[in-house]
């Protein structure tokens, strides 16, 4: 790891995103003390997993935008709550390498949102949520462009 180029990267999020950034020696300290742990890489089969079960701490939520390639099935197994966004999609998956050892599904992420299923029921509860398709990264971006065309003035607002 380059220090300054570590520095660098960080002081140029931090400023484009108004956000505060705090570099970290190890995936094990970023994840440490964390209430909400997004994982967001590569995604193959065959990566060594890094988040263990032991990392997980009482109230987290663990979000998955990159499959199962940076959680261990341990982690997973531990979790007291496992959602995705596609149970079809999660099944299908399995064929190619991805939630070979995963536990059982507690349900879909739409039916807790839609009310037919309760999320979170305790505060210390452990929730992982896998997010299989693009539609996290689609409603980001809708928000960002949203934000970008009131603030310059630009487009149109039509009724629904």
Not at 65 to 79: E, F, N, S
Not at 84 to 99: A, I, K, N, V
């Amino acid at each position: 790891m380059d220090p300054d180029a570590l520095r660098r990267y960080v002081g140029e999020v931090s400023a484009r995103h108004g956000v505060e950034v705090q570099a970290c020696a190890s995936a094990r300290e970023a994840v440490r003390g964390a209430p909400l742990v997004v994982t967001g890489g590569p995604i193959e089969p065959h990566l060594p997993r890094t988040i263990d079960a032991d990392w997980l701490e009482p109230g987290m939520l663990g979000v998955a935008i990159d499959y199962d390639c940076y959680w261990r099935p341990a982690a997973l197994r531990a979790a007291d709550r496992f959602f995705t966004d596609d149970l079809p999609q999660l099944e299908h998956l399995r064929e190619h390498g991805y939630f070979r050892d995963t536990p059982a599904i507690t349900g879909e992420i739409g039916d807790v949102v839609a009310g037919k299923q309760p999320g979170r029921e305790r505060p210390d509860e452990v929730i992982v949520a896998m997010n299989l398709g693009i539609s996290v990264e689609d409603v980001t971006t809708a928000r960002r462009v949203y934000d970008l065309a009131l603030a310059s003035g630009c487009g149109t607002v039509l009724p629904l």
